[in-house]
């Protein structure tokens, strides 16, 4: 048995579900936010499994430019991450707690 | 291979499920930890194994921010006297001390065995990867920079001294009239 393209799709398409039901069912941003990373790690985990499926193509021999994207994209999550994290810390000291319900007032 | 990646699929259900229903959030922190190592594995299985190192290094990373923020929004749970730069202080050297960890984990195999075992036979090591592929320095810098970029940005924002507007309170209980008793008093 080997492991194939489908075996990865459906991984992804779990992680996928996964941080949207993580999205919906936390109230702490952290929580959040980790659901979206979820969601991101499926979405790089897909770009990785295609290109690694993908037949070869004379005109792109090296076919490197989906882990370069996926490089970018980690970087990205990485920023991301960190601003909101200040974003949240601010926010503690303002009005002395994170709660996404609360901040809608 | 296919023990290989249900090996990661495991951790990166594992990871999910603690996500999920975790109560308490160190739960869902490490739920995400441990899903996106799953992730590094398969990208490893994947033959993208500097992609592997990144993920580990960047989660390792994201995850102590996250810890440094969230014990920083904790009442009474900042050491006393313990300042922001110790606090990156510490944060870079427990990344370097978790990658070097997991470039020994990594590498140790290839180091024991002589010839890799079958499932990996695919896979080299990430160190030697990384020194081979040249060419992908360049966005590992690039990712470096913008890491660090962001660190001192978030550090920043922490910092920055403000008014701080005081925090919500209870609504004030609206001051009504009293009623007027009824002309013909008290039945």
Same mark, same amino acid.
Request: aromatic content about 8%; hydrophobic content about 60%.
């Given at each position: ?6 075996? =990865?799709?459906?991984?992804? +398409? ?12 936390? %109230? ?6 980790? #659901? ?13 499994? @295609? ?8 005109? =792109? ?20 991450? #960190? ?20 901040? %809608?007032? | 291979?296919?023990?290989? @990646?249900?090996? =990661?699929? *495991? ?7 603690? *996500? ?11 739920? !995400? &930890? ?13 033959? +993208?194994?500097?992609? /592997? ?24 749970? %900042? !050491? ?38 079958? &499932? ?15 060419? =992908? ?13 962001? /660190? ?6 922490? %910092? ?28």
């Amino acid at each position: 048995m080997h492991v194939t393209l489908w075996h =990865f799709l459906m991984l992804s +398409a779990v992680m996928a579900a996964a941080g949207v039901a993580t999205m919906l069912l936390r %109230r702490n941003p952290l929580g959040i936010l980790a #659901g979206i990373e979820l969601i991101v790690m499926a979405a790089m985990l897909n770009l990785v499994a @295609f290109q690694a499926y993908a037949p070869p193509n004379p005109a =792109f021999p090296g076919r490197t430019a989906p882990q370069a994207l996926v490089l970018m994209i980690m970087a990205a999550s990485a920023v991301e991450a #960190g601003l909101l994290v200040a974003v949240l810390v601010n926010f503690y000291r303002a009005f002395g707690r994170v709660d996404v319900e609360r901040a %809608r007032n | 291979m296919v023990i290989w @990646f249900y090996l =990661f699929a *495991c951790a990166v259900i594992a990871g999910i499920a603690s *996500c999920i229903f975790a109560r308490q959030i160190e739960g869902v922190l490490l739920g !995400v &930890a441990l899903a996106a190592t799953g992730v590094a594995g398969e990208f490893w299985l994947l033959n +993208a194994s500097y992609l /592997a190192l990144a993920q580990l290094v960047v989660w390792g990373a994201i995850l102590l921010m996250m810890m440094t923020g969230m014990t920083l929004v904790r009442r009474g749970a %900042r !050491v006393p006297g313990v300042g922001a730069l110790e606090w990156v202080g510490a944060s870079l050297a427990a990344i370097v001390v978790g990658v070097a960890l997991v470039a020994v984990m990594w590498a140790g195999p290839w180091w024991i065995w002589v010839k890799a075992p079958e &499932a990996t036979a695919n896979a080299q090591s990430i160190g030697r990867d990384l020194v081979s592929a040249r060419g =992908f320095m360049a966005p590992l810098l690039v990712m470096a920079i913008l890491i660090a970029t962001s /660190a001192v940005g978030a550090l920043y924002l922490v %910092r920055r001294r403000r008014v701080v507007e005081p925090p919500l309170t209870p609504a004030k209980k609206i001051q009504t009239a009293p009623s007027r008793p009824r002309a013909g008093g008290v039945i």
